[in-house]
């Protein structure tokens, strides 16, 4: 009938008439309403259990299926009395847990990132670094620490990626519907939404402040995307990682300095605030701001304070995943903003530049951020390391050694990552106490007790359901993208289930090596189509729409699936999201990570995988070069052999090929009478007893507070007490130092004539310097000699320190002698250095003011 009416006939207007809950029901809006659900098994299966098959179309996403509950469905719950009794214990426990939210205490922190990685419903990440912060703010739920984390909410996030038949990536940019995510509005004491401003050229861009609450801590996302902004400014918080240079400046103006006023307005002052990778790095200069114009403090004075309250975490050593904006930029950006600090534009400059004098070279947000931060970190202790040779260059007059850039290695959310059939026999067999105490080894090597045969039925089991999985996802992208029945019937029909079977899943950049496995092509033929010992290869990855390089890697791989000889045996997978890790980290047999190293950071994809009893096969960079031990998994050696990339790649890949066909598919492979791998159990057990534990978030989030929070709140509480009269004290003695500095002048100095003669085994090494210190008192100055050993021509590695002690002080002048015996032989090269000493200050670099002798 009414196809037969006109247009002009019919007045309709649009009505969306929302489904009631009944009150029985509504605790399921309040569960869906807390990521906390998706790490705990009995809520997740109680919302799944409201109708599988939709949850999954769905994406996972409880908000929206709870918004469909119509009638029908909830009379049928309601008449459930299973899944009722389910929903009341369910509510019971997060209500216990969410009752402990007020207990919170100890060190407060501030939390800051670009990107958090919570679950496959919230598009608020691209990858590792916000998998990570996603997280740690589950395990800060769990060990209910006072902390508030900061992030932007994304209309588009990060893409959504298609692989067409030829192997090229489209990126898919879905929007999110905010109704259907887990957040509130934040609201004013009056009621209003609470909005915070950011001054942009000519204009203020405003943002609303919305609270995704993860179990007991709060994320707090800012969304310039509505009517009072401008086109431009709203597309601030559309995507994540888009846009250019000055779209990225201006999102990481809105996330530091907004992300700040959020904090303020809320009456959160934190004692630590801790940024997570550069791009929240002008949180700082918020900060500053607030020291100035509250405080009354002068900027030297706020800067100290702003630095004692900081920690920055530096996530990468590639530079492409560093932000270096130039002047010119910043300029209308800053300019008044900075004026505003009373800050000098070219001192503020300097801060962002390694050498300040160099005006051609961009602000780097990293440098800025180890300016204003006392404590600064790396991801591993590799990673440590090599930040340290790369800021190097800061901190003029030490070698990379010496530096105050620590780490912590990255670690994995046990909740969130464990399968459920791992999880009840862990729970079964080591106790449920381990979990409040998850690094204790004492717990997991309980592993050792479980028969050969229950750990092979676990992996079975998760391994058909990834392969299940694995033909589902082939079947459906397969054909969305047009290829034959025929291809996608012969490659699910080749899948074998008890092939042994290899995952590589990341981002693809070019530095993770994805084409080492195809450098030979007929000797991967081989290793898969061996009737005996089947080998399954599966691929996943997006690579940014920037990156050309790591596209052309994936229509590579993608393409090589296609022929005959590799179909059913190379697979790739397309749209890599936290769900497919999940299914992919606990269903594959082994992990494989190729890296250059030492450019990977940490990685933590193989961590979950350890957890899964799912061994690892890595290059020894990153966290595995920590995690790696004998007979829990396979390495590429850490050295490198060549520095001409190519040949190493070559050779890396030979020993890729070689490890495989000698060691791990033989070990796979070599079953007993009852089919039963015992080897390749052992090595089960051992990565799960020895490798997992290690790597656990509690373990990340204790290290933070034990290495870094702790000590950070404790200088910044002695540094504000008594209305900053340390703050004030230290940069009164800064000011005469860096006055007097240039003035100190060597009268007289004796040291042994190490040229013509050695130094005996056992006959202590003698120096004495006489100075002068102008109005320096000998109090104000230390002077140490170093032993250095010479690694190469511009590598100098610190063996011994010792500092030269007062002998006599006389007016302006002061006698500094030592007598060391160095207890080692060989060749060393010595020098003595002269520095400001002072115990308010943080580090010896803090004053960038030193002197060799
Ligand atoms: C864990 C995870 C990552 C990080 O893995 P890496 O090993 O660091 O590359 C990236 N993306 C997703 C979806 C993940 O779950």
């Given at each position: 009938?009414?196809?037969?009416?006109?247009?002009?006939?019919?007045?309709?207007?649009r009505?969306?008439?929302?489904?009631?809950?009944?009150a029985?029901?509504?605790?399921?809006?309040k569960?869906?309403?807390?990521?906390?659900?998706?790490?705990n098994?009995?809520?997740?299966?109680?919302?799944?259990?409201?109708?599988?098959?939709?949850?999954?179309?769905?994406?996972y996403?409880?908000v929206?299926?709870?918004?469909?509950?119509?009638?029908?469905?909830?009379?049928?719950?309601?008449?459930?009395?299973g899944?009722?009794?389910?929903l009341?214990?369910?509510?019971?426990d997060?209500?216990?847990?969410?009752d402990k939210?007020?207990?919170?205490?100890?060190?407060?922190?501030?939390?800051?990132?670009?990107?958090?990685?919570?679950h496959?419903?919230?598009k608020?990440?691209s990858?590792?670094?916000?998998?990570?912060?996603g997280?740690?703010?589950?395990?800060?739920?769990?060990?209910?620490?006072?902390?508030?984390?900061?992030?932007?909410?994304?209309?588009?996030?990060?893409?959504?990626?298609?692989i067409?038949?030829?192997?090229?990536?489209?990126?898919?940019?879905?929007?999110?519907?905010?109704?259907?995510l887990?957040?509130?509005?934040?609201?004013?004491?009056?009621?209003?939404?609470?909005?915070?401003?950011?001054?942009?050229p000519?204009?203020?861009?405003?943002?609303?402040?919305?609270?995704?609450?993860v179990?007991?801590?709060?994320?707090y996302?800012?969304?310039?995307?509505?009517?009072?902004?401008?086109?431009?400014?709203?597309?601030?918080?559309?995507?994540?990682?888009?846009?250019?240079?000055?779209?990225?400046l201006?999102?990481?103006?809105?996330?530091?300095?907004?992300?700040?006023?959020?904090?303020?307005?809320?009456?959160?002052?934190?004692d630590?605030?801790?940024?997570?990778?550069?791009?929240?790095?002008?949180?700082?200069?918020?900060r500053?701001?607030?020291?100035?114009?509250?405080?009354?403090?002068?900027y030297?004075?706020?800067?100290e304070?702003?630095?004692a309250?900081?920690?920055f975490?530096?996530?990468?050593?590639?530079p492409?995943?560093?932000?270096?904006f130039?002047?010119?930029?910043?300029?209308?950006?800053?300019?008044?903003?900075?004026a505003?600090?009373?800050?000098?534009?070219?001192?503020?400059?300097?801060?962002?530049?390694?050498?300040?004098?160099?005006?051609h070279e961009?602000?780097?947000?990293?440098?800025?951020?180890?300016?204003?931060?006392?404590?600064v970190?790396?991801?591993?202790?590799?990673?440590?390391?090599?930040?340290?040779?790369m800021?190097n260059?800061?901190?003029?007059?030490?070698?990379?050694?010496?530096?105050?850039?620590?780490?912590?290695?990255?670690?994995?959310?046990y909740?969130?990552?464990?399968?459920?059939?791992?999880h009840d026999?862990?729970?079964?067999?080591?106790?449920?106490?381990?979990?409040?105490?998850?690094?204790?080894?004492?717990?997991?090597?309980?592993?050792?007790?479980?028969?050969?045969?229950e750990?092979?039925?676990?992996?079975?089991v998760l391994?058909?359901?990834?392969?299940?999985?694995?033909?589902?996802?082939?079947?459906?992208?397969?054909t969305?993208?047009?290829?034959?029945?025929?291809?996608?019937f012969?490659?699910t029909?080749?899948?074998?289930?008890?092939?042994l079977?290899?995952?590589?899943?990341?981002?693809?950049?070019?530095y993770?090596r994805?084409?080492?496995?195809?450098?030979?092509k007929?000797?991967?033929?081989?290793?898969?189509?061996?009737?005996?010992?089947?080998?399954?290869?599966?691929?996943?990855?997006?690579?940014?729409?920037?990156?050309?390089?790591?596209?052309?890697?994936?229509r590579?791989?993608?393409?090589?699936?296609?022929?005959?000889?590799?179909?059913?045996?190379i697979?790739?997978?397309?749209?890599?999201?936290?769900?497919?890790?999940?299914?992919?980290?606990?269903?594959?047999?082994?992990?494989?990570?190729t890296?250059?190293?030492?450019q990977?950071?940490?990685?933590?994809?193989?961590?979950?995988?350890a957890m899964?009893?799912v061994?690892?096969?890595s290059?020894?960079?990153?966290?595995?070069?920590?995690?790696?031990?004998?007979?829990?998994?396979?390495?590429?050696?850490?050295?490198?052999?060549f520095?001409?990339?190519?040949?190493?790649d070559?050779?890396?890949?030979?020993?890729?090929?070689?490890?495989?066909e000698?060691?791990?598919?033989p070990?796979?492979?070599?079953?007993?009478?009852?089919?039963?791998?015992?080897?390749?159990?052992?090595?089960?057990?051992q990565?799960?007893?020895?490798v997992a534990?290690?790597?656990?978030?509690?373990?990340?989030?204790?290290?933070?507070?034990?290495?870094?929070?702790?000590?950070?709140?404790?200088r910044?509480?002695?540094?504000?007490?008594?209305?900053y009269?340390?703050?004030?004290?230290?940069?009164?003695?800064?000011?005469?130092?860096?006055?007097?500095?240039d003035?100190?002048?060597?009268?007289?100095?004796?040291?042994?004539?190490?040229?013509?003669?050695?130094l005996?085994?056992?006959?202590?090494?003698?120096?004495?310097?006489?100075?002068?210190?102008?109005?320096?008192?000998?109090?104000?100055?230390?002077?140490?000699?170093?032993?250095?050993?010479?690694?190469?021509?511009?590598?100098?590695?610190?063996?011994?320190?010792?500092?030269l002690?007062?002998?006599?002080?006389n007016?302006?002048?002061?006698?500094f002698?030592?007598?060391?015996?160095?207890?080692?032989?060989?060749?060393?090269?010595?020098?003595f250095?002269?520095f400001?000493?002072?115990?308010?200050?943080?580090?010896?670099?803090?004053?960038n003011?030193?002197?060799?002798?």
């Open positions: 009938m009414i196809g037969e009416l006109k247009d002009t006939n019919i007045k309709l207007k009505i969306f008439i929302e489904p009631k809950l009944p029985a029901l509504e605790p399921l809006n569960l869906a309403h807390n990521i906390w659900w998706s790490w098994k009995d809520a997740t299966d109680l919302i799944e259990s409201i109708d599988p098959k939709r949850f999954v179309e769905l994406n996403n409880p929206a299926l709870v918004k469909e509950i119509d009638a029908t469905t909830s009379q049928r719950l309601l008449e459930d009395k899944f009722m009794s389910k009341k214990k369910v509510v019971q997060f209500d216990r847990y969410m939210k007020s207990s919170q205490k100890g060190t407060s922190i501030a939390y800051f990132s670009m990107e958090y990685g919570l496959i419903s919230l608020l990440y990858g590792g670094l916000g998998v990570l912060a997280d740690y703010l589950k395990e800060a739920s769990d060990e209910n620490s006072n902390l508030s984390a900061v992030g932007l909410l994304y209309r588009y996030g990060y893409f959504t990626q298609g067409s038949m030829h192997g090229e990536q489209i990126n898919n940019y879905p929007p999110q519907e905010f109704t259907k887990p957040i509130e509005p934040v609201r004013t004491s009056s009621g209003d939404w609470l909005k915070i401003s950011v001054n942009m000519g204009r203020t861009v405003q943002a609303k402040v919305w609270k995704l609450p179990g007991r801590i709060d994320l996302l800012l969304d310039t995307d509505f009517d009072e902004n401008n086109w431009e400014d709203r597309t601030l918080t559309h995507h994540l990682y888009g846009g250019d240079n000055e779209h990225r201006k999102q990481e103006i809105l996330l530091g300095i907004g992300g700040v006023r959020v904090l303020n307005a809320l009456g959160i002052k934190a630590v605030y801790h940024c997570n990778e550069g791009h929240a790095a002008f949180n700082g200069l918020e500053l701001g607030d020291y100035i114009h509250q405080e009354n403090l002068s030297p004075e706020a800067l304070m702003v630095r309250t900081s920690l975490t530096t996530h990468t050593p590639v492409a995943g560093h932000d270096y130039t002047e010119e930029l910043m300029r209308p950006y800053l300019y008044a903003y900075i505003e600090l009373g800050i000098p534009w070219d001192q503020f400059i300097a801060l962002g530049r390694k050498d300040k004098e160099n005006h961009q602000f780097s947000m990293s440098h800025l951020a180890i300016r204003l931060s006392q404590e970190n790396g991801v591993s202790k590799l990673h440590g390391l090599v930040s340290q040779k800021f260059g800061l901190f003029p007059g030490y070698t990379s050694q010496e530096l105050h850039i620590g780490y912590v290695t990255n670690s994995v959310h909740p969130t990552w464990i399968a459920d059939e791992w026999l862990y729970t079964k067999t080591f106790g449920t106490k381990f979990l409040r105490d998850q690094a204790n080894k004492t717990y997991w090597r309980k592993i050792h007790q479980v028969p050969a045969q750990i092979m039925e676990i992996r079975k391994k058909k359901r990834l392969l299940d999985y694995v033909r589902e996802t082939i079947q459906r992208d397969f969305k993208r047009g290829e034959s029945p025929r291809t996608i012969d490659i029909n080749k899948l074998n289930d008890d092939a079977v290899f995952g590589f899943a990341r981002r693809f950049a070019t993770k994805a084409h080492l496995l195809f450098s030979n007929e000797r991967l033929a081989a290793l898969v189509n061996n009737p005996d010992r089947p080998v399954i290869f599966l691929f996943a990855g997006k690579a940014h729409p920037a990156d050309g390089g790591g596209q052309g890697l994936i590579h791989i993608v393409n090589i699936s296609k022929e005959p000889e590799f179909q059913g045996k697979i790739f997978l397309q749209n890599y999201n936290m769900e497919m890790a999940k299914t992919l980290v606990q269903g594959v047999d082994i992990w494989l990570n890296p250059t190293r030492p990977e950071a940490s990685g933590t994809s193989g961590m979950k995988a899964n009893g061994m690892n096969f290059v020894l960079d990153g966290w595995w070069a920590e995690g790696f031990r004998d007979n829990a998994g396979w390495a590429l050696p850490e050295e490198r052999t520095a001409e990339q190519n040949m190493q070559e050779l890396d890949s030979e020993s890729i090929y070689n490890i495989m000698q060691s791990i598919i070990t796979y492979f070599d079953r007993d009478a009852g089919g039963i791998s015992t080897s390749w159990v052992e090595y089960i057990k990565i799960i007893a020895e534990p290690e790597f656990t978030m509690q373990r990340m989030l204790h290290d933070y507070y034990d290495r870094f929070y702790v000590k950070v709140h404790e910044g509480q002695k540094l504000r007490s008594k209305q009269a340390a703050t004030v004290e230290l940069n009164k003695w800064r000011e005469k130092v860096i006055h007097a500095w003035a100190i002048e060597v009268l007289d100095s004796q040291v042994m004539d190490t040229d013509n003669h050695p005996p085994t056992g006959k202590p090494f003698e120096a004495s310097f006489k100075l002068f210190l102008g109005s320096l008192s000998a109090e104000d100055v230390g002077i140490e000699v170093v032993f250095f050993k010479r690694k190469s021509e511009d590598e100098l590695v610190p063996q011994l320190t010792k500092e002690e007062v002998k006599k002080v007016g302006h002048t002061a006698t002698a030592c007598k060391v015996d160095p207890q080692v032989s060989g060749v060393y090269e010595y020098g250095r002269l400001p000493k002072n115990e308010l200050l943080a580090h010896r670099q803090d004053l003011l030193v002197q060799w002798l």
